[in-house]
């Protein structure tokens, strides 16, 4: 098979679309033929040599992908040979097959295509598990959201209105901001000319925002608690403002608010399906219900993987960015 290596860390240029060994799956896997993958941003973190996979892990980028169930391993039930499927990875979506524990497998969506299927794994499970398994938003809250038109911003702002909460986002520009908007933000903060906290603190009348999804990381910290409501609850996943900040555990304590940090990609096999299985029952009923659907910038194929890094490092996308194989002509 073909799948994108790394040979040496570097620019978009350093990925490298070459023949390498198929995988084997092992106990409780199955192997997919992949149709697409999506790109994230961890993938151009690994490139530049800053985020190795989990051990064990395929060596190749990828943190999701979708297409069709080749072969089964040893001790799998409930999924068969032909399959359309999309899966959370812990790497080795950059590839024409992949081996993936069945406990990451969801169905591809009725009424969904098997390639856009890609853009769903990593968004779907990233924004369930931290918004409302881990920050447990409510009807009648308000959630803020940090990069509302990226892939996680897309889905954050539609599952948050699903649920009947208020959301608030910030992104780069009116064009994006107008795009949030028509996924059902109520909030709009272009970050590049505006306050979030004097905006978020002034359309709730003083309240603040009950939730926040933070890609950010250090530099949005102090102003992510000054904009937390009272009994607030902060979720940062995202680290690209830095990762060293001062927190005032007096702000912190007098609003009874919580600051919490997770990483999906390093969590074990039997955490992952957990977040699958909620994922399953809580999100794909929205999905097949036309409720939340994927957003996607724009498809290309595998090989041209270095220009999809390169969009995302210029932040011109709205969604996600999928990279398709030869499989995806079957679609």
């Not at 198929?22 to 993938?43: C, F, K, M, S, T």
């Not at 959201?145 to 009116?174: C, E, F, N």
Request: contains cysteine.
């Amino acid at each position: 098979m073909r799948a994108i290596t790394i040979p040496e860390p570097g620019g978009p240029e350093a990925l490298v679309w070459s023949e390498v060994p198929d995988p084997v799956p092992g106990e409780g896997e199955v192997l997919v033929d992949v149709a697409a993958g999506a790109v994230n941003r961890a993938d151009l973190l690994q490139r530049r040599g800053f985020y190795d996979p989990p051990p064990d892990a395929s060596p190749y980028p990828g943190l999701e992908c979708s297409g069709r169930i080749s072969a089964l391993g040893p001790d799998v039930s409930g999924w068969a040979v032909g399959d359309e499927v999309c899966a959370l990875l812990s790497g080795g979506g950059y590839a024409e097959k992949a081996a993936v524990p069945a406990g990451q497998l969801l169905p591809v969506p009725k009424g969904l295509d098997v390639v856009t299927a890609a853009a769903l794994p990593e968004v779907t499970a990233t924004v369930w598990s931290n918004v409302f398994m881990v920050a447990h938003l409510r009807p009648g809250e308000t959630l803020l959201v940090h990069g509302g038109a990226s892939g996680i911003g897309t889905m954050a702002i539609q599952l948050g209105k699903a649920v009947g909460a208020r959301v608030a986002v910030t992104a780069g520009g009116p064009e994006k901001l107008e795009r949030c908007a028509a996924l059902g933000a109520d909030i709009l903060v272009d970050y590049r000319t505006q306050d979030f906290v004097e905006e978020v603190r002034r359309a709730t009348d003083g309240a603040g925002a009950d939730v926040i999804l933070d890609i950010m990381g250090a530099k949005y910290l102090e102003r992510n608690v000054r904009a937390l409501a009272v009994n607030g609850r902060l979720a940062v996943i995202g680290l690209q403002g830095g990762v060293k900040a001062e927190l005032n555990l007096g702000a912190l304590l007098a609003k009874r608010a919580a600051v919490t940090a997770t990483s999906l990609r390093q969590r074990p096999p039997e955490e992952k399906a957990a977040i699958v299985a909620a994922v399953r029952q809580h999100v794909w009923p929205l999905i097949e219900a036309g409720t939340v659907r994927p957003v996607v910038h724009r498809t290309l194929p595998m090989e041209r993987a270095a220009e999809a890094h390169q969009v995302l490092e210029d932040s011109t996308h709205v969604g996600k960015m999928l990279l398709t194989t030869g499989a995806a002509a079957g679609a």
